[in-house]
């Protein structure tokens, strides 16, 4: 009996390699290539993906550089207009402290102008009262001075010495 277990061993051992290499033949024809063909095609897919991922990461490298200079030009733009900015700020400070300058000189020229002609009128009018009040003065004088002859006797005698001399 062992020797028919060999024998059906051996046979089995046949069988099972004929039919292996028959499945391995069938595979070749028909499925291997198939199959080969797609681990290719995926294949080559990964290496575009993989020259595509490059290629994104070169172009990220390239806009971050671009971002980053057009940030630099965008900082110093700003930096600019802020100079500018307050260029223009201490300039319309300086022109508005010289035109408060210049209003409160014409303003103080007015007021002593102003001032000085005020002091002339009431000067004038100081003067024409005490000239007025002096004719009167002087008239209610001579009115005493001529309401006696012999006053007015001497008066003319000592205004005729004066003028004699004058």
Do not use: C
């Given at each position: ?12 051992f046949?069988?099972?390699?004929v ?47 671009d ?26 400070i ?10 409160a000189?014409?303003?103080i ?30 008239e ?19 205004m005729?010495?004066e003028?004699k001399?004058?």
């Amino acid at each position: 009996m062992e020797k028919l277990i060999e024998q059906f061993s051996l046979g089995l051992f046949v069988w099972q390699s004929v039919l292996f290499i028959g499945l391995v033949l069938l595979l070749k024809k028909f499925a291997w290539k198939p199959i080969l063909d797609a681990v290719e095609k995926r294949e080559e897919g990964i290496k575009g993906a993989l020259e595509s991922a490059e290629k994104a990461k070169l172009e990220m490298q390239n806009l971050q550089a671009d971002n980053q200079k057009l940030l630099k030009e965008a900082r110093a733009e700003r930096e600019e207009m802020l100079k500018e900015a307050r260029d223009i700020k201490n300039k319309m400070i300086e022109d508005a402290k010289g035109e408060a300058q210049s209003q409160a000189n014409k303003m103080i020229e007015q007021a002593t102008a102003a001032i000085e002609s005020e002091k002339k009128a009431a000067m004038a009018e100081l003067k024409s009262q005490v000239a007025g009040l002096s004719i009167e003065i002087a008239e209610k004088v001579v009115r005493g001075e001529l309401s006696n002859k012999d006053k007015q006797e001497k008066l003319v005698e000592s205004m005729l010495s004066e003028a004699k001399l004058n």
